[in-house]
């Protein structure tokens, strides 16, 4: 049905595993093209890609298409990664703004979906959890909260997509402005 997930013959290129309806190939390689040029893995071909750009990237849907969370986690490999090598231009929060957005955190409510789509409420949970630790250590990125990805649910209940995507972009918004 697909193919392994790893890399290919070409040493910088994944080689990710089939769906029958996934991300468009020729999207993904070339974004990829890119962000191993940007790493110096690569010939650079196009301009270089921040990690910014990798955690909003979107791709369309085709059919025998990457399945799209073999391609998402390999994404956020790269945001850290690319953030790493940003990391020395970004200064740390202030104790008092890591609180501020801490408070944002904590405090945030999401609605609760029954029968419509909407996302695990553990898998963002736990996401809100390490994001407090990560602000913590007073170096958030707001690439890694962009580039967060849930599994959904129908039947049971889960947070309104629309809800904790805002919540994220604000955050991540915030994040860039103080930094």
Do not use: C, K, W
């Amino acid at each position: 049905m697909g193919r392994r997930a790893g890399f290919s013959d070409n040493a910088a290129m994944p080689d990710f595993p089939l769906a029958a309806r996934g991300y468009h190939r020729h999207q993904v390689d070339a974004f990829i093209a890119r962000i191993e040029g940007t790493l110096g893995r690569a010939q650079l071909f196009a301009p270089p890609v921040t990690a910014a750009e990798v955690g909003g990237v979107r791709f369309a849907i085709a059919l025998r298409g990457y399945r799209g969370r073999a391609v998402d986690e390999r994404l956020e490999e790269y945001v850290r990664e690319l953030e790493a090598r940003e990391d020395g231009e970004r200064r740390r929060l202030s104790a008092a703004e890591a609180d501020r957005l801490i408070g944002l955190v904590r405090n945030v409510r999401f609605v609760t979906t029954r029968l419509s789509e909407g996302y695990d409420e553990r898998e963002v949970d736990a996401f809100l959890d390490r994001l407090i630790v990560e602000v913590r250590g007073r170096r958030p990125r707001s690439a890694g909260i962009r580039a967060a990805r849930f599994a959904t649910t129908r039947l049971r209940p889960g947070y309104a997509q629309s809800d904790v995507d805002g919540f994220l972009e604000h955050l991540a918004s915030e994040i860039d402005r103080l930094a």
